[in-house]
């Protein structure tokens, strides 16, 4: 799609925000009549369209209009113009803030979304407005917000795919050749090392996950300005490509989506790729632990015990509780080798999380008040939501092994299940040493999405990608 900061004259279709208590005199005689006879008020995401040339597009705001209600409204509106085959569209923001451009943008884009490549025919992305222009009071600002909305949505495009694409297609190597393209396409570094590098390193957490499956275990390291001097913020992600469940298997229905469990991985390369693509001259190091956890003969088995990379030893008491042991590995190498700022790092790690706050609030947990705090603010500007769980001595307890150092889930068991996010990131900070600030998202709810809404797409989400960026550039 391309984005325009001035009216071209080839619109064929005009979205115009209008709030709800409109002033009378904004509107012609002509559009007040309309809005009456159709009963149309400005209510939240309620529209109404006035056939001529260009076709009007209204829709309501509601009463209080806010960045997100723009990207609402844009995704919306990018939507009946796909279903109305009109190919060149523009929004008018005019007497709005100028800010509302990269609302608009991300929001027109992130709606169009399809995921295609398994179908015969480009159905619907065939019938998607090609042109979109921004009508607006500042286009030199707008121009700039255009940008950045254009690179966080294609950043956001990326991640959904590749959550998207079945594990059939989609494994550790084809993960880290990604990434390593991507990196060669848009100018980061990628370092990629397998089974035997991680074996000499010491990644025997990781590589016991991996060793039910043929699939190559892989870790890559992306780095953005290498040469800078100061201490890098590292991303870590868990990249499981699909997650059967190992020799636990996962009952029922719950393997079903399990190739969404490498969402975290995906999300730190999009970040990676927007913050590249966007300019930012601070180091960042990407981090993806990638891995297929399946019931193959030589398989990790309850009750093996694993030493980390950190030489912590690690009860496996659960087959299924594989992301943590992944992270173990990649979080204490980091740690160790690049003396980070900041860890943070983000996986689809517990189903609780599901429970504790639904599909569309990731859980948060962390030591560092600045930098939960910070992510906070901006959770608020993206949308993106995340929501803090506590993380005390007691729940380290709970992780502690009997015979070994620790456990890969909780005791004492509980029929009820137990704080499982919050344990799961209390056994994840025995890798990160107090002396690093590091916070943790769990995205098992956000990553995916079950329901279809006016800029979130069925399957993957890309959350995060936005959030992330926009954290670490202000940063
Ligand atoms: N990948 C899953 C968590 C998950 C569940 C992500 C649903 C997205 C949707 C993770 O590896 C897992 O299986 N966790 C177990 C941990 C348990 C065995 C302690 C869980 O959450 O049930
Ligand atoms: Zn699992
Ligand atoms: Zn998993």
Redesign the pocket.
């Known amino acids: 799609m391309r984005t325009h900061t001035k009216k071209t004259g080839k619109e064929e279709l005009i979205i115009i925000p209008v709030q709800e208590g409109y002033e009378k005199k904004k509107f012609s005689k002509k559009t007040l009549e309309h809005f009456e006879k159709k009963g149309f008020t400005g209510k939240k995401l309620t529209h109404t369209i006035i056939q001529d040339k260009p076709q009007k597009l209204f829709i309501g705001t509601g009463k209080e209009i806010d960045s997100d209600t723009i990207r609402k409204i844009a995704g919306k509106a990018a939507k009946i113009a796909r279903e109305e085959h009109v190919k060149n569209i523009a929004i008018d923001l005019r007497g709005l803030e100028v800010t509302y451009t990269q609302a608009a943008i991300e929001g027109v884009r992130l709606g169009l979304y399809t995921y295609e490549d398994y179908k015969k025919r480009d159905k619907d992305a065939a019938k998607d407005p090609t042109e979109l222009s921004i009508l607006c009071d500042d286009e030199k600002t707008a121009g700039h917000y255009t940008k950045k909305a254009n690179v966080l949505a294609e950043s956001v495009w990326l991640v959904r795919d590749l959550v998207n694409k079945p594990a059939s297609d989609k494994y550790p190597k084809m993960m880290a050749e990604t990434a390593k393209e991507l990196g060669k396409k848009y100018g980061f570094d990628v370092k990629i090392m397998g089974r035997k590098e991680l074996e000499k390193l010491g990644f025997a957490a990781m590589l016991g996950v991996a060793r039910g499956s043929d699939k190559e275990a892989q870790l890559a390291i992306l780095e953005l300005n290498p040469k800078n001097t100061e201490k890098p913020v590292v991303l870590a992600g868990k990249g499981?490509t699909f997650?059967a469940?190992g020799l636990q298997i996962k009952p029922g229905n719950y393997m079903l989506e399990?190739k969404m469990?490498m969402g975290g991985a995906a999300t730190v390369l999009g970040t990676m790729v927007a913050l590249c693509r966007l300019g930012h001259n601070k180091r960042v190091i990407g981090m993806l632990g990638l891995v297929e956890n399946m019931l193959g003969d030589d398989a990790y088995k309850p009750g093996d015990i694993l030493t980390a990379y950190n030489g912590k030893t690690i009860e496996v008491r659960?087959t299924?509780?594989?992301?943590r042991l992944v992270l173990a590995d990649v979080m204490s190498y980091a740690e160790k080798n690049y003396e980070p700022a900041c860890i943070i790092d983000l996986a689809?790690?517990?189903?609780?999380t599901?429970i504790a706050l639904g599909y569309r609030i990731a859980a948060v947990v962390g030591r560092d008040r600045g930098l939960i705090e910070g992510l906070k603010k901006t959770s608020e500007e993206t949308q993106e939501l995340i929501w803090e769980l506590p993380l005390y001595e007691h729940h380290k307890k709970m992780m502690q092994g009997s015979i070994s150092d620790l456990s890969n889930?909780h005791h004492p068991p509980s029929s009820m299940g137990g704080p499982?996010t919050i344990t799961a990131a209390a056994f994840l900070s025995e890798f990160v040493t107090e002396k690093t600030p590091w916070m943790h998202l769990d995205i098992?709810g956000t990553a995916y999405s079950y329901e279809e809404t006016e800029y979130v797409s069925k399957g993957g989400t890309g959350w995060g990608v936005r959030l992330l960026t926009q954290y670490l550039m202000k940063e």
């Open positions: 499981v997650d469940g399990m469990d659960h299924d509780a594989e992301g689809t790690l517990t189903g609780a599901i889930i499982g098992a």
